[in-house]
């Protein structure tokens, strides 16, 4: 069926990441992140490339080989496929083949490799976090739980893509929750034009700047910084290396065009992407800009402090929009400094003000637009119509014109009282001019003193906008990597923690291309074996084998099951297809041990499951097996193999159970209440354990918690008939008959041909005194088993005070 093609930058971040699981010897993460690369388009041959490449280099060369020569999409391989085809079958010995498939490669010259292909960069020594996975892996084999799962978890606070380290936490069963583990990270937004750098609106017409009629006019009341506005996104608590997937430092992209671009060391850092300030005028100023400008200069260096407090204000704030001016005398130099001090002190304030401070990094993202904003304001002409009049005021003028309109101007501000009043009124921002529309952008800070050049309306360039798109892309696949790899974590957990139903319930959460891979249903088919559930996990498993042919990994549990089901031709048919594909892969071995068991050949069901302990000295399931089929013959010789399935798996929940039984047959109740609790504490979810649990409780004489150990079991898996006969066996004892009547009945809807379960269910009738329901089951059970018509009789002849604790005809 069609996929959908996943994007250039998810397909790059995957290949990042798969390489640098290659390069540092992490089998299992490269393969589990190339699995998910290649499930989301089957016809890409990148992903195909690297799938294969990580089962090669996992052991799997049959795989390897089958996804580039016969398996996959359906079109004609490529000449990448055939290379990795040569390498597959040099690893097979078959070399005629490597050497054809090498020849086919070498005649396509005009080959692109594709782009897990191409070069790469390196280290020549591994990621601290690296080490911390492989001294993990060391400790958990040598059996040092508390130091492996520290190893482990520093690993992942390092680096939390290191699948290895995960898998390792679970297989010691000390998982952390998720959330705690991997974090949420935040939806990865867009990185838009900043807020200084947009264009400031103008009215049309004079070129009047518009103050806000909310701040009463004043553009610099009431501002705060953008809270809504995107911060640099960060991996959390991460030291210098941030990722595994990249060879620099961070997996996500830079976010410095959040910043304001400084343009020279002389000036301030808030002042080098900001417009020059301009004080909010009033209509009604008749006067025009360079009139004001002149007035305030001339005030301050001649006339004398005023008890005015209209003149005083109207003297501060001329001060401010005078900065700008460069003085051209000497008697004017100190009033020059006063000026150019608030305009300083302004700057400081908002340049500190919810802003971070700049990186080195800062100008990567900035070249090309604060050159093009540099060339606009260079072009920009003196005056004009649509000009703003700070703009008049610092371009195209010298000091001598300035000052012979300064002197008419002096003379024009004596005649004009009232031009002055309502200037002085706009001057200290009260009574805005009604009809104003508000700002939605942020007031300016003010220009500093030094700059001659306004800067243009806005330095967001195209350029800026490629590269704020190619950082979203590329934060957006790394997003959805993380995302994917919490979704299989969480399944992962609670399949390490045996919590089968929410494993279950966690799968369904992944994406449906994920869901049909081989490696969640082959997670499915362990799910529903630990539940029970043979028939559902017969067919997971069978969805595996259609999926990947070749696939040894977890077939040893598909062999259990089949000869849990009895199916001597499937279970002998997978033996011979897995001794084929890998004869030095112990799984293989199982299944031909599995085999021999099924045919009650215990003498060669032993031998091969010492071959597949041989063949893997850590594969706790093959000593176990071997304790199984040991018990019946010699028990101590069991128990070895039970503890030596422990020394390889601390939480091989079988290996205890297995000894558990050694004990109750050696009726060492204590000892085997012990192991069966064990057992139980490492799968409480399994009610067969917890049967045990209450078989042996029962047998220490405490009849009452025997039966709350089965009513849990019960409740855990209420179609469960071993639990359920002896659940009805402790309330046949207990003499509560009408309860262990419904039991029994469910029992024998469900297993219509249990002897055993039809004569107690007879007994039970006759002690409720309805005869006739009992000498029906008597002679149901009588049809059924033949050779139980002995028993029987002696049933028949019992006085009633006496059956209770009789268990006749009771084999199980």
């Not at 029992?747 to 379960?757: F, Q």
């Amino acid at each position: 069926m069609p996929h959908e093609t996943p994007s250039v930058h998810l397909c790059q971040r995957f290949s990042s990441l798969i390489w640098a699981c290659l390069d540092a010897d992490l089998h299992k993460s490269a393969l589990f992140y190339a699995e998910r690369y290649y499930v989301l388009d089957t016809t890409n041959h990148d992903a195909r490339h690297l799938y294969a490449t990580a089962l090669l280099c996992s052991g799997q060369a049959h795989s390897a080989l089958y996804f580039v020569s016969t398996g996959g999409a359906t079109e004609s391989r490529c000449t990448g496929c055939l290379e990795i085809k040569s390498r597959c079958c040099a690893a097979l010995g078959r070399h005629r083949q490597a050497r054809e498939a090498l020849d086919a490669s070498i005649r396509d010259s005009s080959y692109t490799p594709s782009l897990s292909m191409g070069s790469r960069t390196t280290k020549p020594f591994p990621e601290e976090s690296v080490l911390h996975c492989r001294s993990g892996m060391m400790a958990a084999k040598g059996n040092l739980i508390e130091s492996a799962a520290l190893s482990f978890r520093q690993a992942l606070a390092l680096n939390p893509m290191l699948w290895d380290a995960f898998e390792g936490l679970c297989s010691l069963g000390m998982v952390p929750e998720i959330d705690e583990l991997f974090p949420t990270r935040p939806t990865p937004v867009k990185q838009g034009q900043p807020e200084e750098a947009r264009p400031v609106p103008v009215a049309t017409g004079a070129g009047f700047f518009t103050p806000d009629a909310g701040n009463g006019g004043n553009l610099f009341r009431a501002w705060k910084p953008d809270a809504g506005q995107l911060q640099p996104f960060q991996m959390g608590q991460l030291g210098p290396r941030d990722s595994i997937a990249t060879a620099d430092s961070s997996f996500y992209p830079d976010t410095s065009i959040l910043q304001p671009m400084r343009a020279s060391k002389s000036q301030p850092t808030a002042l080098a992407a900001h417009p020059p300030a301009v004080r909010p005028l009033s209509s009604a100023d008749e006067a025009g800009p360079v009139t004001k400008k002149l007035r305030s200069s001339v005030r301050q260096r001649t006339a004398p402090p005023s008890s005015n407090a209209a003149d005083s204000k109207m003297n501060l704030k001329s001060s401010k929009s005078a900065g700008a001016l460069h003085p051209g005398a000497d008697d004017r130099s100190k009033s020059s400094k006063a000026r150019a001090r608030p305009a300083l002190t302004n700057a400081n304030i908002f340049s500190s003000s919810g802003r971070p401070p700049q990186t080195a990094a800062y100008s990567k993202l900035h070249a090309a637009g604060a050159a093009v904003g540099k060339h606009l304001r260079e072009q920009q002409p003196a005056a004009g119509p649509g000009t703003r009049r700070s703009t008049r005021l610092n371009s195209g003028t010298s000091s001598k014109p300035l000052a012979i309109k300064h002197t008419t101007i002096r003379d024009r501000r004596r005649a004009q009282t009232r031009a002055r009043s309502n200037t002085m009124e706009s001057d200290m921002d009260e009574d805005p001019p009604p009809g104003g529309e508000a700002s939605p952008s942020p007031p300016p800070a003010p220009q500093s003193p030094h700059s001659n050049a306004s800067p243009g309306p806005s330095s967001w360039t195209a350029a800026q906008e490629r590269t704020a798109q190619e950082a979203y892309e590329l934060e957006l696949a790394d997003y959805h990597i993380y995302e994917l790899m919490r979704l299989f974590a969480r399944a992962t957990r609670a399949m390490a923690l045996y919590d089968c139903r929410n494993c279950l319930e966690e799968l369904e959460k992944l994406p449906t291309t994920h869901q049909r891979s081989a490696w969640v249903m082959a997670m499915v088919g362990k799910v529903h074996y630990e539940l029970g559930e043979y028939a559902a996990a017969e067919r997971a498993f069978e969805a595996v084998r259609n999926l990947e042919p070749y696939r040894v990994w977890d077939m040893e549990v598909y062999s259990t099951l089949l000869w849990h089901l009895q199916r001597n031709v499937k279970l002998a048919f997978l033996a011979q297809e897995l001794v084929a594909t890998d004869p030095r892969a112990p799984q293989a071995w199982i299944a031909v041990g599995n085999c021999f068991s099924l045919q009650r050949e215990r003498v060669q069901a032993l031998t091969c499951f010492r071959r597949a302990a041989q063949l893997d000295p850590n594969c706790a399931y093959a000593y176990t097996l071997s304790g199984h089929e040991s018990i019946d013959e010699d028990l101590d010789r069991a128990i070895n193999f039970f503890q030596a399935a422990l020394r390889a798996d601390p939480r091989h929940y079988n290996a205890w159970y297995g000894l558990g039984t050694c004990y109750m047959r050696m009726s060492k109740i204590r000892l085997a209440d012990y192991h069966y609790r064990k057992a139980a504490q490492t799968h409480p979810q399994n009610a067969v354990l917890l049967g045990c649990v209450g078989m042996v409780t029962e047998r220490a004489g405490d009849r009452d918690k025997a039966l709350d150990v089965f009513n849990e079991a019960v409740r855990i898996s209420p179609d469960n008939a071993l639990v359920r006969y002896r659940r009805a066996k402790i309330l046949i004892s207990l003499k509560r008959y009408t309860a262990a009547a419904e039991d029994l009945e469910f029992l024998r809807d469900t297993s219509p041909d249990e002897s055993n379960v039809i004569f107690q269910l007879a007994k039970v009738y006759r002690l409720l005194g309805d005869s006739v329901k009992a000498a029906q089951m008597l002679a149901v059970a009588r049809d059924v088993s033949p050779k139980s018509v002995n028993k029987i009789r002696k049933l028949l002849e019992t006085v009633k005070d006496t059956e209770a604790g009789s268990d006749v005809m009771d084999e199980g």
